[in-house]
């Protein structure tokens, strides 16, 4: 019996040492890292396809598989990278087995993107007002030609043209004005009319642009009616050792044969950076399917530099600067400034910022963060206005025709703005409350000269002869100053373990506005000398002084109503000053006649918004709704000033402003992604019952991104536009129309220590014919550019 017995337990024996054999795990350990910073990527999820093999890297971007021997496919996943699928055989004696996964940067999910704009360093996510972020990966793989055309791309937010360069935006039916301009958090103060003020950078400087689709009058004061415009620029960056690192790029548009070069260099080590970034455009007409847009050409190059160190754990210093120059910049556009035949061009445009920014962090319990920042930035503009006007005399008694022509008229500008601000954050148990003081003051000196040529034709033989030349020079407005100093406070209460966020914020702003007594002409002469008289000086303006007082406030929820869904609402009384130009606006360039009021009252706004945001790891959602009633709202209205048709600034009583907008994004399959936005404003003069002027018609965009894994990015979208027929007196109605473009983007090539990127894309490949209602108002564009291919090239070294 044991001798049948012995055999069996043998045989099972065998059998089991074979199976633990076969079955035998081993521990697969790796690492996985930023492909371009090589910093360690945490809760990376690892999962063995086909199998229930799975791990999630730690802190340092260390992982530990444990997994029967064999071959398999590991998916490497993670919310803000391109997945990354790799084949590997894992042996008791195979290298596999001691891993380093490099991951390409993908879509980081809105939600997760941090802002400032709110004063504070927030989640997209976690705010209760309405915001929209552009990141620098964006502006790279859609190569915009300036902030506005990238911006334009988001629900709410609508393109206003004065050319190709000269761009603005219209938010949720503001602009100009109303809406503020920052740079860093620095104001940017310039002219309401051509202020070209989006178009004063540097694209490949940018890091992020934030806006917020809200009043927020009590965060930055006056201006704020309509929202704000945070241009934030790309700064230092710290390593854990001294290194060198650097980009060059270079890219070409074919719609107007433009090009760029762009290089940078950033020296960083733990504890201090240093940051130099320069760029170079230039770009000959645009073509549009009507033919080509003259007089649309530009010239721009900057320059900018930004230090940072952290003198210790708790204090740091930032010192920054920014110089932007643009020559011979065409504006095809500007309508009621300039006659339909006059070629007018920025023959020079140069914006100067120099910022100093000084933190502590911890000073004192409960004062958690200390910061002072002065600003000082300086805008020149020198523009070049040829009327072709030309006045004939006819001959009288004998007498030669005489034939009066306006050669040119050069207005300049020069805004100077220099800021204050200190900021204190406060944590009270989980209490946060911000308090500060924000004073600036904008100091602006105008000047222009009007040529005028004379000649004389002599009626027998029709020769014409020059008889002389008048220069005659002339302050359109005073020099003038607008100084604003605002007191604030904002508090975020939690209720309901953290699941209600209450906001309550009040400000309090002083604002003076002063100018000096100007008569024109300021200067007069003729070449030759004749012997005549100068004309009379007029006063145009007296010197004068005003004072406003103004005070907003806010409240705003966020509730977090599930896992998933978060409700917003938010209330703002906001305020808005006069503007410089408003006041003492004195313009007449060959066309209709623009003139100010110094004794404009201050706008006064009451904005609500309600929202929501439904977030999961395939589907983002938010969707807003709003009304903006404003009291004393500016406008300009049809009159005369002596004798000749003119605009003037006045008050009206009220007007509203209603809509909604949002997106929706769905995340379809781990590299593709489906967004669909949509917008819609009605603007309306409820004292006049009419419809205000320059509002955006309903929009929407359909885009579909595909990335090919370790390959290239593609994005196909249509740009959707109905017609436009709520148009306010004087305008034009435009017709609905669908553009669509077309974007690629390589994954990054490693070629020795640097990184490679190509970008290309087409814009409006079908060559649509179609009529911007903001740009076709603005003046005589009348068609938007037509088909676009560009191709850039970056390399990261």
């Not at 260390?62 to 894992?90: A, D, Q």
């Not at 409960?366 to 523009?383: D, G």
């Not at 509002?695 to 959707?720: D, H, M, Q, V």
Request: include cysteine; glycine fraction near 6%; charge should be neutral.
């Amino acid at each position: 019996m044991e001798s049948k017995i012995i055999p069996k337990l043998l045989l099972i024996s065998f059998f089991f040492l074979i199976n633990l054999i076969s079955a035998q795990t081993i521990i697969l350990e790796g690492k996985v890292i930023d492909f371009t910073t090589k910093n360690p990527v945490e809760n990376v999820n690892i999962i063995a396809i086909g199998n229930n093999y799975s791990a999630t890297t730690n802190l340092q971007g260390e992982f530990k598989l444990n997994i029967p021997l064999g071959e398999y496919k590991l998916k490497f996943s993670h919310v803000s990278y391109t997945t990354r699928i790799l084949s590997v055989k894992i042996s008791d004696n195979n290298s596999d087995t001691d891993l380093v996964v490099q991951l390409q940067p993908g879509n980081i999910p809105i939600k997760n993107i941090y802002v400032v704009s709110t004063r504070m360093l927030q989640q997209f996510g976690e705010s209760p007002l309405p915001l929209e972020v552009i990141t620098s990966k964006e502006i790279q793989e859609h190569e915009p030609q300036t902030v506005a055309d990238i911006l334009a791309q988001k629900p709410g937010l609508a393109l206003q043209r004065d050319g190709i360069w000269a761009t603005s935006i219209s938010l949720r039916g503001l602009t100009g004005s109303d809406l503020i301009t920052l740079v860093d958090g620095n104001r940017i103060e310039t002219a309401t009319d051509l202020d070209g003020s989006l178009s004063l950078f540097d694209l490949d400087d940018i890091k992020q642009v934030e806006v917020i689709k809200n009043a927020s009058s009590v965060l930055y004061g006056t201006g704020a009616l309509g929202g704000i415009i945070n241009i934030i620029a790309e700064g230092n960056n710290y390593t854990n050792n001294f290194e060198i690192n650097g980009k060059v790029s270079s890219g070409v548009n074919s719609v107007n044969k433009g090009f760029m070069n762009n290089a940078s260099l950033n020296f960083s080590d733990k504890t201090w950076s240093l940051n130099l970034n320069g760029n170079y455009r230039t770009a000959d007409n645009t073509n549009t399917p009507t033919g080509e847009l003259s007089n649309s050409g530009y010239n721009d190059d900057y320059f900018s530099g930004s230090f940072g160190w952290y003198i210790n754990d708790n204090n740091k210093l930032k010192v920054s600067y920014q110089n932007f120059k643009g020559w011979d910049i065409g504006i095809p556009g500007g309508a009621g400034l300039f006659p339909t035949n006059a070629l007018v061009k920025y023959s020079f445009i140069k914006r100067d910022l120099i910022n100093v920014q000084y933190s502590i962090i911890n000073l004192i319990e409960p004062l958690k963060e200390l910061t002072i920042k002065f600003y000082n930035q300086n805008i020149y503009r020198f523009v070049e206005n040829i009327p072709n006007q030309t006045n004939v005399i006819q001959s009288n008694n004998g007498q030669p025709t005489q034939i009066i022509t306006v050669d040119r008229i050069t207005p300049n500008v020069r805004h100077y703005v220099t800021g204050l601000q200190l900021q204190s954050n406060w944590l009270f148990g989980k209490n946060l409350l911000l308090a500060g003081i924000d004073a600036w003051q904008r100091n602006l000196d105008s000047r222009r000269e009007r040529v005028i040529n004379h000649s004389q034709q002599d009626t027998q033989t029709a020769n014409i002869s020059q008889v002389f030349t008048e220069y005659i020079g002339e302050k359109p407005l005073p020099n003038s100053s607008f100084r604003s100093i605002g007191v604030y406070a904002q508090d975020e209460f939690p209720f309901l373990s953290d699941k209600l966020k209450i906001t309550l914020g009040a400000r309090g702003d002083q604002i003076l506005v002063k100018n000096d007594s100007v008569s024109n002409p300021v200067h007069y002469y003729t070449i030759p000398a004749r012997q005549k008289n100068p004309p009379q000086t007029v006063l145009n303006w007296s010197k004068m002084e005003e004072t406003d007082y103004s005070w907003s406030t806010n409240f705003n929820i966020f509730y977090n109503a599930t896992e998933n869904i978060d409700l917003t609402f938010s209330y703002s009384h906001s305020f808005r000053s006069a503007s410089l130009e408003e006041r003492y606006k004195y313009i007449d360039l060959g066309s209709i006649i623009r003139l100010g009021n110094p004794k404009l009252k201050p706008e006064k706004g009451n904005y609500l918004d309600a929202g929501i945001k439904y977030f999961t790891p395939e589907i983002n959602i938010y969707w807003n709704v709003f009304v903006n009633f404003i009291n004393n709202q500016i406008k300009e209205t049809p009159g005369t000033f002596e004798g000749k048709n003119a605009l003037l600034s006045v008050n009206t009583g009220k007007s509203r402003l209603y809509g909604f907008d949002g997106s929706a994004e769905f995340h379809i399959t781990d590299n593709s992604l489906l967004n669909v936005s949509a917008a819609y404003v009605r603007g309306e003069d409820i004292a006049n019952n009419t419809n205000l002027p320059e509002i955006a018609p309903l929009n929407s965009k359909i885009s579909y991104r595909y990335s090919f894994p370790e390959l290239l990015s593609l994005e196909l979208s249509a740009n959707i536009f109905s017609s436009q027929d709520n148009i306010a007196p004087g305008e034009l109605a435009t017709l609905g129309y669908v553009y669509y473009n077309l974007y690629t983007s390589s994954t990054a090539i490693r070629v020795l220590n640097s990184e490679v990127k190509l970008y290309t894309g087409c814009e409006n490949f079908t060559n649509k014919s179609y009529r911007n209602h903001l740009s076709t108002n603005r003046g005589f564009i009348v068609s938007e550019p037509g088909r676009n291919f560009f191709v850039k090239l970056s390399v990261n070294f």
